[in-house]
């Protein structure tokens, strides 16, 4: 099985920052990751998979990047509509996530 | 527009059955792997099952292999959960998901998620 793990678990920001969370695979995994915002008492949504390609209709201030096992999701200026929960999902084999990344107003 | 709509969560006691469905609609249900993702209250995501279009692929997290069953019904556009020894452990939010790409297998980011149907698993 793949683990995957992201850091760091929270992150307390301010609107405009520019904020990096980061996603570690246990193995190999080419391209095949995504990116999901959660708000409180709602659906995943995706954001980025196959690494880096932007979801239709979600913000260009949303951007990844990597590949193998190391990966990133950037938000380059971040909104009042961006602090949520965000996490990584392997897809080369059966699915796995990350355990999250709370991104909390500072 | 895609639709994707739980039910069959509840109150359950430790050790018995509950069977979800899930049913899809605005979009080609057939075409595509879909799967089930659960949330334990205030905890992250955890991938359950995935079921591939024509049910030939179908994989498990190990956490529940053995004791819960996936499959679905490309005539009625539905998917569905079938879990059995219920631990109290299994209590989460259960989402159903479709998979991003058309694929043979169940790999897959997904693109579109329910609104979850809540399982309880208590005394």
């Known amino acids: 099985d793949i683990q995957m793990t992201q850091s760091p678990s929270s992150v307390s920001a301010s609107v405009g920052d520019r904020v990096t969370i980061t996603c570690r695979a246990s193995?190999?995994?080419?391209?095949?990751l995504a990116w999901y915002q959660q708000k409180p008492g709602k659906a995943p949504k995706l954001l980025i998979y196959a690494a880096s390609s932007l979801q239709s209709g979600v913000p260009s201030r949303f951007s990844g990047s990597g590949s193998g096992t190391d990966f990133t999701l950037t938000i380059s200026s971040l909104q009042p509509e961006d602090f949520a929960t965000y996490y990584c999902q392997q897809a080369n084999s059966f699915p796995s996530f990350g355990g999250g990344t709370k991104v909390e107003i500072k | 527009e895609v639709q994707l709509v739980e039910s069959g969560g509840g109150l359950v006691q430790p050790g018995r059955s509950l069977r979800l469905s899930c049913a899809a609609s605005?979009?080609?249900?057939?075409?595509?792997?879909m799967h089930w993702v659960r949330q334990a209250p205030g905890k992250g995501l955890e991938w359950v099952s995935g079921?591939?279009?024509?049910?030939?692929?179908?994989g498990y997290a190990d956490s529940v292999k053995g004791r819960f069953t996936i499959s679905r019904d490309n005539a009625k556009n539905s998917l569905y959960l079938q879990m059995n020894s219920l631990r109290a452990e299994d209590t989460a939010l259960y989402y159903c998901a479709k998979a991003l790409i058309l694929n043979p297998g169940i790999a897959a980011a997904f693109d579109y998620w329910g609104q979850g149907t809540l399982v309880t698993v208590s005394s």
């Open positions: 605005g979009f080609t249900f057939d075409d595509y792997a």
């Open positions: 193995q190999g995994i080419s391209s095949w």
């Open positions: 079921i591939s279009w024509n049910s030939g692929s179908i």
